[in-house]
């Protein structure tokens, strides 16, 4: 169909994908991940993602990660979106998570395509679909293929966004002609999952973004989105320039963004398999992120 009304944002425009803090024994930190979650919400997130990839969510239990929805939900309040991912490689177990997350208290989950099997696209569809069927919390379809090895095309998205409650994506897929495709003939909110794709994704239709670099740098991810709202493009564009020496060394710099996060805000151990960041890796992030506090 063609939306008519402006875009949905079902869960907000500003989404941080929320690290999951560990204590120095490598046990969940509840008081830290509330105290992050407060503050990122003061600093101008609409919504939290937790239990994502940035929330190492390969390495937390289903116990831990109901618990950490629980504990944020208690910090933040019923006011503000928090999102679950769910996704297995699995379905019956992505149904459990998702069953879980909901009595947890998430507004949404967030759901990857089934990872490692390479599943064909009919398989891909059941399985969202099944997911769906199975709860009544509104699902946000993740597209990352370069991490589950498997798309979500468009023709696919076309398919799902007749459900109910498949409402959005998170599009990590880096085919800007598909989001376009989709957006024009559904109203499926698109946020964008890759921090270089942030503005324009949002200058063709898109709802927004669900941020790893707003962990750090919350307002100024936001920036550029709240100058393309007022009308001062030129504005929104050299200020999403500001944040590309930031992003590239966060995201694009050889370690995962779990793994930058907590090197820059001192926020606990990874688990493994993953490994801190070696000190020359540290001093360019910070490096970075003192020049983007300074700019």
């Known amino acids: 169909m063609t939306p008519t009304a402006p875009r949905p944002r079902p869960f907000g425009r500003t989404l941080c994908a929320m690290i999951t803090p560990f204590t120095a024994t490598g046990a969940l930190d509840l ?104 709860t009544g919390v509104p699902l946000m379809l993740y597209d990352i293929p370069g991490r589950t090895g498997v798309r979500i095309e468009p023709e696919t998205l076309l398919r799902l966004a007749d459900h109910p409650r498949i409402v959005a994506v998170k599009d990590c897929a880096y085919d800007l002609l598909g989001s376009t495709k989709v957006l024009a003939r559904t109203s499926l909110a698109y946020y964008s999952g890759c921090e270089e794709l942030n503005l324009p994704l949002y200058a063709v239709g898109g709802a927004g973004y669900v941020s790893t670099v707003a962990n750090v740098a919350p307002r100024h991810m936001r920036a550029p989105l709240d100058a393309f709202d007022a009308g001062r493009t ?10 590309a020496r930031l992003v590239e060394l966060m995201m694009a710099g050889g370690l995962p963004g779990t793994v930058t996060v907590k090197a820059l805000l001192d926020a606990g151990p990874v688990r493994e398999p993953l490994q801190p960041a070696g000190r020359e890796a540290v001093d360019g992030l910070r490096a970075a992120y003192e020049e983007l506090l300074a700019g």
């Open 31 to 134: 008081g830290a991940a509330r105290a992050h979650a407060a503050h990122l919400v003061a600093e101008g997130c609409d919504g939290l993602v937790l239990s994502g990839t940035t929330g190492e969510s390969p390495t937390t239990s289903d116990a831990e990660k109901a618990e950490l929805l629980r504990a944020v939900r208690a910090e933040v309040g019923a006011g503000v979106p928090l999102l679950s991912g769910v996704g297995s490689a699995d379905t019956a177990h992505a149904v459990r998570l998702a069953h879980e997350a909901e009595e947890a208290g998430a507004d949404g989950l967030l759901v990857v395509p089934p990872y490692y099997s390479r599943p064909p696209q009919g398989a891909v569809e059941a399985y969202f679909l099944r997911i769906a069927d199975a």
């Open 234 to 243: 030129a504005e929104a564009a050299r200020l999403n320039g500001l944040t």
